[in-house]
């Protein structure tokens, strides 16, 4: 059974920073992709960044680009966003899902196999 849990979300200040962090179990990073989503009320859901474990190549939206880092933790099956400078406007529920290598750098949502649940983040003006 495939499994990705997000955790570290929270309320934050803006300028302020947040690590989240997706765990997943059932899929390897030789076969899969995890890309971070979010989506903030009323709005669609948006690919932010995603990273291709096998050659650790990573990709970042326009609107994170500079302030956010992911990353990956082979040995532990564990992906990372570090958020940094966070902004209002970064306010939404936080996704990690999982998406054939092929398909890495991918941000349309129908090209994933796998999501986790979410978490929530809140900056505060």
């Known amino acids: 059974e495939v499994q990705l849990v997000e955790s570290g979300g929270g309320l934050v200040q803006a300028g302020g920073s947040l690590r989240l962090s997706c765990a997943a179990s059932?899929?390897?990073?030789?076969?899969?992709?995890i890309g971070w989503f979010r989506q903030a009320p009323g709005k669609e859901r948006e690919g932010i960044s995603c990273i291709n474990s096998l050659d650790g190549t990573t990709y970042y939206a326009d609107s994170v680009k500079g302030r956010f880092t992911i990353s990956s933790d082979n040995a532990k099956n564990t992906v990372y966003l570090q958020m940094n400078s966070l902004k209002p406007e970064d306010t939404g529920l936080y996704y990690c899902?999982?998406?054939?290598?092929?398909?890495?750098?991918?941000?349309?949502?129908?090209?994933?196999?796998?999501w986790g649940r979410g978490t929530r983040v809140a900056v505060s003006s």
């Open positions: 899902a999982a998406v054939m290598v092929a398909y890495s750098g991918s941000y349309d949502p129908d090209d994933y196999d796998f």
């Open positions: 059932g899929v390897t990073f030789a076969d899969y992709a």
